[in-house]
């Protein structure tokens, strides 16, 4: 068979829970595209050789997970604004022959509520559950969509303080035992860390002391619906899962190495769900 003419990957290690290829298997069926994109296994003392060897292999670029973002924040040329704050590249391309990364969490972050929650954004005050790098890119979204009062609650108080010093004003760090006080006036919930996860089962945080028109929404996606999820809805809240933070992080990519500006609909996303519920 003739190679594709338009060639992207997804690198990580290990890479076989991906879910990037199907996407963008969707995507270039969808739209008759001429294109491949694949997973690759680099284990991560082969990561720089792999990242140089990218022009030379014929990729127009690809996608960068774990453990492999903070290698690509380091072995790009050029940066985009949100890769800078966030201190991770989850995306790689080229532009007249310069490598460049960029990281499109954040973008897919805000899509996602976008998308299910429009006006999510009207409110000031979010508490953000958790200080990794889901955390960072999830503040990056908040701050530049106008939230003003953001409270990172982390077990490891000190990490939340870490990120509170560097996204700067409007962003301050607490302790677990906080977040009952800081709930009270909050418009948005967002848990970015691993409780809630398959077999990592637990509430984060309890809704009940939030507003009645706060939006809670998890980055978790395996299960669907989190035990805080199922919480906020058993409340009466909006709540919104982090599968189309998954699905939107990836339009930016494809449109740059596939040259059209891919969309999240209905179709994939009950395909992705399909896949999630058939390796349950
Ligand atoms: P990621 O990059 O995916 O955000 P990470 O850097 O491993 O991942 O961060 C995971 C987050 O989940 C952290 O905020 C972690 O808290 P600590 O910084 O205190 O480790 C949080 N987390 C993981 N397991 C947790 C648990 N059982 N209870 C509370 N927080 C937990």
């Not at 050029?78 to 460049?100: H, K, M, P, S």
Request: glycine share 12%.
């Amino acid at each position: 068979m003739a190679e594709a003419a338009l060639k992207a990957f997804v690198c990580g290690h290990p890479i076989g829970h991906s879910r990037s290829p199907m996407i963008h298997g969707y995507w270039l069926e969808q739209y008759g595209i001429d294109g491949s994109y694949t997973a690759i296994d680099v284990a991560p003392a082969d990561f720089p050789a792999f990242l140089k060897g990218l022009a030379a292999a014929g990729f127009r670029g690809g996608n960068v997970t774990i453990p492999h973002k903070e290698a690509a924040f380091a072995g790009v040329q050029r940066r985009d604004e949100a890769a800078e704050q966030i201190g991770a590249v989850n995306t790689l391309w080229f532009e007249d022959g310069v490598l460049c990364g960029g990281n499109t969490d954040a973008y897919g972050f805000a899509a996602n509520l976008d998308h299910l929650a429009p006006g999510w954004a009207r409110g000031d005050i979010a508490v953000v559950l958790g200080a990794g790098g889901a955390s960072r890119a999830t503040i990056h979204a908040l701050k530049q969509r106008g939230f003003n009062d953001i409270r990172i609650v982390n077990r490891t108080v000190s990490r939340a303080q870490e990120l509170a010093d560097q996204f700067g004003k409007g962003v301050s760090a607490h302790p677990q035992a906080a977040t009952g006080e800081l709930l009270g006036d909050a418009a948005l919930l967002v848990n970015t860390t691993a409780l809630g996860m398959h077999g990592n089962e637990g509430l984060p945080a309890d809704p009940a002391a939030l507003p009645d028109h706060a939006i809670v929404t998890d980055i978790v996606y395996v299960p669907l619906e989190t035990p805080l999820l199922a919480a906020a809805r058993a409340r009466g809240l909006k709540t919104v899962d982090g599968l189309g933070m998954l699905l939107h992080q990836a339009v930016p990519g494809f449109e740059r190495w596939f040259g059209r500006r891919p969309e999240v609909t209905a179709g994939l996303r009950n395909l992705v769900v399909a896949d999630l519920d058939a390796k349950k």
